[in-house]
Each structure stands twice: as structure tokens, then as C-alpha cells.
């Protein structure tokens, strides 16, 4: 465990909503996990309530067109084949199939509801 301490903890930081976590390794095979290769290079931290060494969560990507870091909350970024940060989902939206577009819009129409 003392050699912990030396490891600078990096950090991942949304850069579209500012959730900031750290993490404890970025690509697309966590170390301790069982045959789980994702399908994207993620940041990623070993889940804090499980016990279990190969639980894990993934915090965030980055986005594969503008490579702004953006947590995987469905407000900052959208996976479809790549992960895409919002900013560009909005900026290519015509570019995206008629069912994530439909959701978009739905999801965004609801938002405005509320507020
Ligand atoms: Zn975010
Ligand atoms: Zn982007």
C-alpha cells in the first residue's frame, strides 16, 4: 500500500461539466479485470463500492472528433460507434442516424419543460 502514496493521483476532469474523479487507468483494458476489453480508451477507476478487485467504472472518453474529455453522463457525450462530446453530437447532428436524433430532441424538449 506505501506504494501508493508515490503514484501522483491523476485526474479526469469533464470538460463540459466539470465532474472531476480520479482515475486509475486510461485505455481500453483495465488492468484486473477478467477478459473485459471495452470498446473505446476510457478513463477508468476501480468501482469504490464493490469489494470485488474487478469491478471497475467507467468516468469518461474522449470525444473522437475534437478530443475534449467528457464524462459519460448522457448530458456530455453520446457513444454510437465513437464517443462523441455534445459539443459535436449538436455541431453533426444531421450526420447522425434519425433514432439518435429522435432521442436528442426528445431528451432535449424535456429538458426545457422542466426548467
Ligand atoms: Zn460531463
Ligand atoms: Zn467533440
Do not use: W
Request: net charge neutral; hydrophobic share 30%; aromatic share 10%.
Amino acid at each position: 500500500m506505501d506504494e501508493a502514496i508515490e503514484t501522483p493521483q491523476k485526474t479526469f476532469t469533464c470538460q463540459l461539466c466539470g465532474l472531476s474523479s480520479p482515475f486509475t487507468y486510461y485505455g481500453q483494458k483495465p488492468p484486473n479485470t477478467r477478459a473485459i476489453v471495452l470498446l473505446e480508451e476510457c478513463f477508468v477507476t476501480k468501482d469504490p463500492f464493490s469489494p470485488e478487485k474487478d469491478k471497475f467504472l467507467v468516468l469518461g472518453s474522449t470525444c473522437s472528433l475534437c478530443s475534449l474529455c467528457v464524462c459519460v453522463s448522457s448530458d456530455c457525450s453520446l457513444f454510437y460507434t465513437k464517443r462523441f462530446c455534445m459539443q459535436c453530437v449538436n455541431k453533426h447532428l444531421d450526420q447522425f442516424p434519425q433514432q439518435i436524433q429522435a432521442e436528442l430532441t426528445k431528451k432535449q424538449s424535456s429538458k426545457a419543460a422542466v426548467s
